[in-house]
């Protein structure tokens, strides 16, 4: 079986411990993985305080600093087949996905290396006339970074881009279900240059996320991943009072009038909820359907739902591979088995199929009538769509609303003052009109409530890694007058 290892200050190194991955294709064992200890995790958040306060790296201007991320930028491109085969490999998303977004991955670093010298200060027009005083942006220190294994290379870049062109130093841990591509990343990194410990990625379970999150030489934490995980990292952030951005997935509603492009929304549909077998933080997972055309669109949606082609991850013509994990594709059992007992109707799946590896086929549930089922409430992280359907424009953003999460959304309707007017009031961090699940390093993502807050992609992610300093210079040359009153 092949190998891994952690990148540790600069050096490549087995764990305290190792553990087998599984290929979720065959359910069998395909490499084994490092296991960071508390200790492993210790000594990479010391390389990474150690490179923080490096000549090497401390004293590189930024755009030095953007000619890395340039040079990582290109690395990554030109071994997107490997990284895409080795995420299929190890997590089970299509290859026909993982090639063309490892692809896209390079243009963030490429943003983040653009933006590098671009992070402004600014002058003050201070109400004293003896004194010029002036804003410096200046890096936060230690990233800890962790990421799960859903499109990792992805939601890796939109933390280690703005991190480094900051000048932060990055902790970055893997999810332990699937983390050969990060492994493999690591060796990019290496060859770009950066300075030994300004990148250090490992691989662990709960008691390596805890150490690292813990850590008293954490200056912040990028997480995405789950709520109930999410509370794990606040709690332990209260050791070092470290500063937080959670990406926590969602609910996420997509409504359909009765006056929009069917084709289009049935195409969009799935693109939402089927695509990556379901298992992305944005997944239209909520249909939220005009009851006029709810007939029509359903019977079209479930047409093209039971002609995707569900197959081996590793080949091009494969629409929907299997789930990355066993435990997971038993949440989803039992998730729409408890919804088809609360009274949903199984429109079509919801059977586990025979056979090795974690699969399970697009599955639709029409809850309407019934807004408060599993379907509609649990988040699924796999292809699973819940369907309500709705009268009026009002009830559509009720219905939309009625959820703890806040990450992303869909709007289709060929009405623009109601496009409008859905955009004002959706309350989620993202909303797609006539179009989902698009991406791009220029646009800031994020969400609120249970989805978490801060932001990925943009200048504004760029600007969490960063602290302002703010500078007094004082112009006169008089004594300073009265000690004892405040200037």
């Excluded at 692809?103 to 402004?120: F, N, P, S, T």
Aim: proline share 6%; hydrophobic share 45%.
């Amino acid at each position: 079986m092949q190998r891994f290892q952690h990148y540790i200050g600069g050096v490549f190194e087995d764990g305290a411990a190792s553990f087998e991955s599984l290929d979720p294709a065959t359910g069998q064992p395909w490499a084994v993985m490092p296991e960071a200890s508390a200790a492993d995790v210790g000594r990479a958040v010391d390389a990474a305080w150690d490179a923080f306060c490096s000549p090497a790296w401390a004293g590189l201007t930024a755009s030095a600093r953007g000619k890395l991320l340039y040079k990582l930028a290109d690395l990554v491109q030109a071994a997107a087949a490997k990284l895409a085969a080795l995420e299929t490999r190890d997590t089970g998303k299509i290859i026909r996905e993982t090639s063309a977004q490892i692809a896209y991955v390079a243009e963030y670093y490429r943003y983040y290396a653009g933006l590098a010298d671009k992070i402004e200060g600014a002058h003050l027009p201070i109400d004293k006339p003896d004194m010029e005083v002036w804003l410096r942006r200046e890096p936060l220190g230690v990233v800890a970074a962790i990421v799960p294994w859903n499109s990792q290379l992805f939601l890796s870049a939109v933390k280690l881009g703005p991190a480094l062109a900051a000048g932060c130093t990055v902790v970055l841990k893997a999810s332990e279900d699937g983390p050969a591509p990060m492994m493999e990343f690591a060796r990019l990194v290496h060859e770009a240059g950066f300075p030994a410990g300004v990148v250090n990625i490992l691989t662990g379970g709960p008691a390596a996320g805890a150490a690292l999150t813990t850590h008293p030489k954490v200056a912040h934490i990028a997480f995405t991943g789950g709520p109930e995980t999410a509370r794990h990292v606040v709690r332990g952030s209260a050791e070092n009072l470290a500063s937080t951005s959670l990406e926590l997935g969602g609910k996420s509603p997509f409504i359909v009038f009765e006056d929009a492009d069917l084709d289009s929304a049935v195409n969009a549909q799935i693109s939402g909820i089927f695509a990556a077998t379901g298992q992305s933080c944005v997944a239209g997972s909520r249909l939220i359907i005009q009851a006029s055309v709810k007939d029509a669109f359903l019977a079209k949606l479930k047409a093209k739902a039971e002609a995707i082609r569900i197959a081996a991850p590793d080949l091009m013509t494969t629409e929907v591979g299997p789930l990355c994990t066993q435990r997971q594709r038993v949440r989803i059992a039992g998730l729409v088995a408890q919804s088809i007992g609360q009274g949903a109707q199984l429109v079509t799946g919801g059977v586990v199929p025979e056979g090795p590896g974690f699969y399970y086929p697009p599955t639709i549930l029409d809850c309407s009538g019934l807004p408060d089922a599993a379907g509609l409430r649990q988040e699924f992280f796999g292809p699973v769509l819940s369907v309500i359907s709705f009268e009026t424009e009002a009830q559509a953003l009720a219905l939309a609303n009625d959820t703890v999460y806040g990450l992303a959304s869909g709007v289709f309707t060929r009405s623009l003052t109601r496009a409008h007017r859905m955009i004002r009031g959706i309350r989620a961090g993202v909303v797609w009109v006539n179009t989902y699940r698009a991406v791009s390093p220029i646009a800031p993502f994020g969400g609120h409530g249970m989805s978490g807050h801060g932001r990925e992609g943009g200048l504004a992610a760029a600007l969490d890694y960063t602290t302002v300093k703010t500078v007094w210079l004082r112009t006169s040359d008089d004594p300073i007058p009265d000690p004892f009153v405040m200037r």
